[in-house]
């Protein structure tokens, strides 16, 4: 099994920034892609970002490119998302998600393991 534990969430305002982390443990994190979706109220669970192997190919969605950035530690175990320029519309609950069977991906259904997900509220 696959543990994922995200944090680095929280409060903060417009134009503001943040750094979600996602640490893992329980199989060789070099072999997982690993991805980001965020889910806000009433809403449904959208992709953000997603990461080869190697850390040479990303992936984002358009609401946050140029914003955002995925990176990843093979070394440390932990994927990461820079968050730059936030917006209120930004605000939701932030899954980091692991795949050990295919290629990077943008599609939810294509992640094997989750995590419990962080909250990020962005105030204007």
């Known amino acids: 099994q696959v543990q994922l534990v995200e944090s680095g969430g929280g409060l903060v305002q417009a134009g503001d920034s943040l750094r979600l982390s996602c640490a893992a443990s329980?199989?060789?994190?070099?072999?997982?892609?690993m991805g980001w979706f965020r889910q806000a109220p009433g809403k449904e669970r959208d992709f953000v970002s997603a990461?080869?192997?190697?850390?040479?190919?990303?992936y984002y969605a358009d609401s946050v490119k140029g914003r955002f950035t995925i990176s990843r530690d093979n070394a440390k175990n932990t994927v990461y998302l820079q968050m730059n320029s936030l917006k209120p519309e930004d605000t939701a609950v932030y899954y980091c998600?692991?795949?050990?069977?295919?290629?990077?991906?943008?599609?939810?259904?294509?992640?094997?393991?989750w995590g419990q997900g962080t909250q990020v509220t962005v105030s204007s």
């Open positions: 990461i080869s192997r190697s850390g040479g190919s990303t």
């Open positions: 998600a692991a795949d050990y069977y295919g290629l990077a991906s943008i599609r939810l259904y294509d992640y094997n393991y």
């Open positions: 329980g199989r060789t994190f070099s072999r997982g892609t």
